[in-house]
C-alpha cells in the first residue's frame, strides 16, 4: 500500500536533511496562522475602520507610545502584530498610523514614505521613521569635519524611501579658524552638490546664519533630522523653536559626537508641522542596495557612464572609462567619483563585517 510506502520513505530518509526541508518549507509557508487567525487576518480591515487611530509618537522598552485626540497612550504589539522572522528589524516606526484597542495595535496603515538603514549585522531592515515630508541631512564643518560620502548614503536611503533630501551645514561660525585646507573642502562641496539639485542651507546656532530660512522649510512639515553624531541636530531644533532638547559635546579624543538623542520621537512644531529628532549615527549601511543599482542613484556619473566603451564597465579600473576621464578632465566630480567608488566596492561583498564597520566609522 502507498500508505507503507511513504512510512518506509519517511524512516529510511536521513533525518537532519529531513528537519531542514522542513524548516525551509516552514519558514516560506505563507499560512504560518491557524484557521482562526486567518479569519482574523481577513476581517481586520473591516473590524479596524472602527477602532480609534492614531500616530506613533515614541517606541519605548514598554512599546509604541500613541498620540490620538490630543491624549498619549501606550500600546503594546499583539496578535498579527507580533515580529516575525523576517527581514524588518522593526515592524512599525516612529510616524506610522495605526488602528488600536484596549492598549493593543491592530493595524498599521500603508506608509507614504521611509528611512530605514541595514542594522549592524547586515540582514535586517531597521526603519528609522516613515511617513516623512523631508529629511535635514545634518552635518557640520570642522568638528566633526564634513563627510560627502555619508551625505551621499542618505541620498540614496531617502530616494529610495520617497522622502526629499536638505543638505543641512551645520557650525559654518567655525569657518574662520579652520583651516585654509578644511575651507577650501567646504567650498568644493558646495560647488559640486549644488548643481546636483538638492537645497543646501548652511547654518550656525551660534552666530544665527540660516536659522529663519531652516524654520520656514520645516513650518507646516513633517521632518526628520539625521546625520552625524556631534553635528548638533537637537541644537537647530532648538535654536528654530526655543525648544529645550539635551544636546552633548564631542569626544575629544575621537572628535565623534555622543548619542545625546537615544530614542527617535516626533515632536510637535509651535506653529505647525512635526520634526523627528534621531539618534546621531557614526556610520550609515544602506539597506538592499546592488551594485547594479547604485549608478543609478549617482545621475551626474550615469551621464558619463554611458559614453564608456565596454557595456558592463563598472567604472572602477576599466581601460577607456568614461567615468574615469571625465574626473581626470575636472568634468566630474572627484569627491562623488569617490564615494561611489567607496560605496560599490563595500557592496560587492569584499571586506567582511567588521572591517566593513570599522570603513564606515572612519567615512
Not at 177 to 190: C, G, P, V, W
Not at 209 to 231: C, E, M, N, P, Y
Not at 272 to 288: E, H, K, L, Q
Not at 349 to 357: A, E, H, I, L
Amino acid at each position: 500500500m502507498k500508505h507503507y510506502d511513504y512510512e518506509e520513505d519517511f524512516h529510511a530518509k536521513d533525518r537532519k536533511q529531513f528537519r531542514k526541508e522542513r524548516k525551509i518549507a516552514q519558514s516560506t509557508d505563507r499560512s504560518k496562522f491557524k484557521k482562526t487567525d486567518l479569519d482574523r487576518r481577513v476581517s481586520a480591515p473591516e473590524i479596524a475602520s472602527h477602532l480609534p487611530r492614531g500616530r506613533v509618537i515614541a517606541i519605548s522598552g514598554e512599546g509604541a507610545w500613541i498620540e490620538s485626540e490630543g491624549n498619549r497612550i501606550l500600546c503594546t504589539l499583539k496578535g498579527l502584530l507580533k515580529k516575525e522572522k523576517g527581514h524588518s528589524k522593526n515592524l512599525i516606526a516612529v510616524g506610522d498610523w495605526v488602528r488600536f484597542s484596549d492598549n493593543s495595535l491592530i493595524q498599521v496603515e500603508e506608509r507614504t514614505s521611509f528611512l530605514s538603514r541595514a542594522d549592524i549585522t547586515g540582514r535586517q531592515e531597521q526603519l528609522i521613521a516613515v511617513n516623512i515630508d523631508q529629511a535635514m541631512v545634518t552635518v557640520s564643518i570642522g568638528n566633526p569635519p564634513l563627510k560627502p560620502a555619508l551625505v551621499d548614503r542618505y541620498l540614496i536611503a531617502l530616494e529610495k524611501g520617497n522622502i526629499r533630501p536638505i543638505i543641512v551645514i551645520n557650525k559654518i561660525d567655525l569657518l574662520p579658524s579652520i583651516d585654509a585646507e578644511e575651507q577650501q573642502f567646504y567650498r568644493t562641496f558646495l560647488a559640486d552638490y549644488e548643481p546636483l539639485g538638492y537645497p543646501i542651507l548652511s547654518v550656525s546656532t551660534v552666530t544665527g546664519d540660516g536659522i529663519d530660512a531652516l524654520r520656514s522649510l520645516l513650518q507646516h512639515k513633517t521632518s526628520v533630522f539625521s546625520g552625524q553624531s556631534g553635528a548638533g541636530k537637537s541644537s537647530l531644533l532648538n535654536a528654530c523653536f526655543g525648544l529645550s532638547l539635551k544636546t552633548g559635546e564631542l569626544s575629544q579624543k575621537t572628535q565623534k559626537g555622543s548619542h545625546t538623542t537615544t530614542t527617535a520621537e516626533l515632536l510637535p512644531l509651535p506653529g505647525g508641522g512635526y520634526c523627528v529628532d534621531t539618534p546621531g549615527i557614526r556610520s550609515f549601511a544602506i539597506w538592499n542596495l546592488q551594485p547594479t543599482d547604485l549608478i543609478h542613484h549617482y545621475r551626474d556619473i550615469a551621464k558619463f557612464a554611458t559614453r564608456c566603451q565596454f557595456p558592463d564597465c563598472v567604472h572602477l579600473e576599466e581601460p577607456n572609462c568614461a567615468v574615469r576621464k571625465a574626473v581626470e578632465k575636472k568634468k566630474l566630480s572627484a569627491l562623488r567619483y569617490n564615494s561611489f567608488q567607496s560605496l560599490f566596492n563595500e557592496i560587492r561583498g569584499g571586506p567582511d563585517q567588521r572591517t566593513r564597520k570599522k570603513m564606515e566609522e572612519d567615512l
